[in-house]
């Protein structure tokens, strides 16, 4: 069918960790979690010492204390980790064109063909690993094989500090022993389905008739989770998933009843999913709100822009809009905020001509992008 592939997905250790310990090099070594550190806060990410007594991502920082109180705790730095995310990305750059950067210290690599030009596909990560040791100060591991979906399982397998090459004939072999939540897009309900046919293994879920899966999984993932199963995934490294969103929310420590507050925190919110967007180099059609009031009830609101966009305005207006809306449904304090932005696409190729807004609000942004870079996100403000 079509020409065999080499994909890479490189991934920064301990990502934030391994920021904070270049900034203070007595850090190396010891437990370090990065989070919340409020009585609501959570995990950003733990060192290698500290996931050892069972501490790790997204969990609630209370556990973590309990399981790891010897650990060094700390805040974490937004603009720092984003500027070591630009420094590694920039050496991605230098190998090849077709860099997709998923998160802030994680992206996949089309290298295909890149043999005659920088030798062989284990030889390369190693270059990309030598130069952001040396020019970053973190270890990034790399996963290689044939399509993204086999480069991000290798990649797992790398970690921490290492390379793992999936050959293309060893494709099968390598996926067929994994327990099936090892595949990304089966989460624990998938899972748990999964084990009532007796499927563990991906091997299993490939060889199991499309049947019983269909039933268990719903129609639509059935087949297609099959074929991954067996490592079979085309999706180019430029194409992003179409159900993609990017969003940011806060969990205040103390509940904000003033509508106020809550505009100024949905407005810095908006200028964090707007960089992150300009980033991606993708627009948006679909802008939400997140609200949790104290009781915990969680509404969520959606519009869709007129155009989409790219714009800190756009973004931060629509979500006012919705702020005020869910307002007169339902006043009184909140306990969380969140802004997103779905419906992500390329930017239209020709905007309109009779409305520049969107055009202007997008390059103002992005200048915003590069002072904030400078001078800190909290140093720069759009009038309002
Ligand atoms: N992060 C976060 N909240 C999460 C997960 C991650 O804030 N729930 C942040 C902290 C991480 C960074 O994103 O340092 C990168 O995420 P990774 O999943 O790549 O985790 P790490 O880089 O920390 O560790 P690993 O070595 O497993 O990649
Ligand atoms: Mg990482």
């Known amino acids: 069918m079509s020409e065999q592939r080499t ?5 920064l250790d301990a990502f934030y960790v391994a920021v904070e310990r270049v900034l203070d090099p007595s850090l190396i070594g010891k437990p370090v979690i990065v989070g919340g550190l409020g009585n609501r806060g959570v995990v950003a990410t733990a060192s290698y010492e500290a996931r050892k007594f ?6 609630p920082m209370a556990i973590a204390r309990r399981r790891c109180p010897q650990a060094v705790y700390l805040r974490g730095n937004r603009e720092k980790y984003s500027e070591f995310s630009k420094r590694f990305f920039k050496i991605l750059d230098d190998f090849t064109p077709v860099v997709a950067g998923v998160s802030i210290d994680e992206a996949y690599l089309d290298m295909t063909g890149s043999d005659r030009l920088f030798g062989p596909p284990k030889v390369v990560a190693e270059e990309i690993r ?3 040791w040396e020019e ?4 990034v591991s790399i996963g290689i094989g044939p399509s993204k979906l086999v480069a991000k399982m290798a990649s797992e397998e790398a970690k921490p500090d290492g390379v793992f090459e999936v050959l293309p004939e060893e494709v099968e072999a390598f ?3 994994k327990p099936v939540r090892a595949l990304p897009g089966i989460g624990p309900k998938s899972a748990e389905a999964l084990a009532t046919l007796n499927i563990e293994t991906l091997g299993q879920l490939a060889a199991h008739p499309v049947g019983p899966i ?17 490592g079979v995934d085309n999706a180019p490294v430029r194409e992003r998933a179409k159900s993609k969103s990017i969003s940011a929310e806060t969990t205040f420590s103390e509940n904000v009843d003033s509508v106020d507050e809550m505009s100024n925190v949905l407005r810095r919110l908006s200028e964090r999913v707007g960089s992150r967007l300009r980033r991606s180099g993708m627009h948006a059609r679909n802008v939400g709100l997140k609200l949790r009031y104290p009781d915990f009830t969680t509404v969520t609101r959606q ?7 790219d714009g800190d305005d756009a973004i931060a207006g629509s979500v006012q809009m919705l702020l005020k809306k869910a307002m007169r449904e339902r006043a009184g304090s909140v306990r969380l905020l969140g802004v997103s932005v779905s419906g992500l696409g390329e930017p239209a190729a020709q905007l ?3 409305d520049d807004t969107p055009q202007k609000d997008s390059a103002i942004s992005n200048a915003m992008d590069k002072a904030r870079e400078r001078f800190g996100e909290s140093a720069v403000k759009r009038g309002g």
């Open 136 to 139: 970053v100060g973190i270890t």
């Open 7 to 11: 994909v890479f997905h490189a991934d």
């Open 54 to 59: 069972g501490v790790h991502s997204a969990q």
């Open 175 to 177: 996926m067929a022993p």
């Open 214 to 230: 269909r039933r268990a999984l719903g129609p639509n993932s059935a087949g297609w989770l099959q074929l991954r199963a067996r």
């Open 130 to 132: 030598r130069r952001t």
């Open 303 to 309: 519009t869709t822009l007129h155009q989409a966009s």
């Open 352 to 354: 309109s001509l009779l």
